[in-house]
């Protein structure tokens, strides 16, 4: 449950009327896609939620560039194209429909135009690991969002969620535990330490 003085937060940021981009950031495990989920389930009608992770690279395109053993890392992203759109969602015409594209993790994809973002939803929820980078692309974004929160988790905790993740979609218990080290270890060490840009420190 989110307590009521983070929704305060969220009240002040929306109560001029006009559209407001609200970061959720955190490393892989810390809960951010549930704490965007629950946040847009309070304000159904104002509220979608943007996903970084649709700005995967293909499958494909990172076997091509030697990258798939690196998957998640900020290099695996088409970061220009998420900060470009996440401009396009600031600025949002009346009567135009943006299409972003969302993750299926079931098949390890992006999905092309999945999420369809109204001018009339006034918060848009934007989830993501890198928010906070202060390097290549990922710099832009700091600006174009109007507040920012760090979800804070405990360490072992976070590590215990994504090693079961892992396992849920395919990978052996040995696999999982050797990507959590390996893969989302150094992620997660490069998210912690851009989290002093965040506005609010989030815990459940």
Known sequence: MIQPHYLARIDALLANG???LLGIVGPPGS?????AQEIQQLYPEQSIVVPMDGYHLAN??????GKAARKGAEDTFDSAGFAAMIQRLKTQPAGETIY??????????P?????????DQQLIIVEGN??????????KLHSLLDETWYVDVDHALRESRLIQRHMQFGRSEAAAIEW??????????LIEASKERADVLFSW
């Open 100 to 109: 972003v594209p969302e993750f299926r993790r079931e098949i390890e994809e």
């Open 111 to 119: 999905i092309a135009n999945a999420i369809p973002i109204q001018p």
């Open 180 to 189: 959590v080290r390996n893969t989302d270890g150094p992620n997660a060490k």
């Open 60 to 65: 494909s395109e990172l076997a091509r560039l």
């Open 18 to 20: 006009q559209r407001k």
């Open 130 to 139: 890198y928010l906070l980078l202060s390097s290549g692309h990922w710099a």
């Open 31 to 35: 809960g951010k896609s549930t704490l």
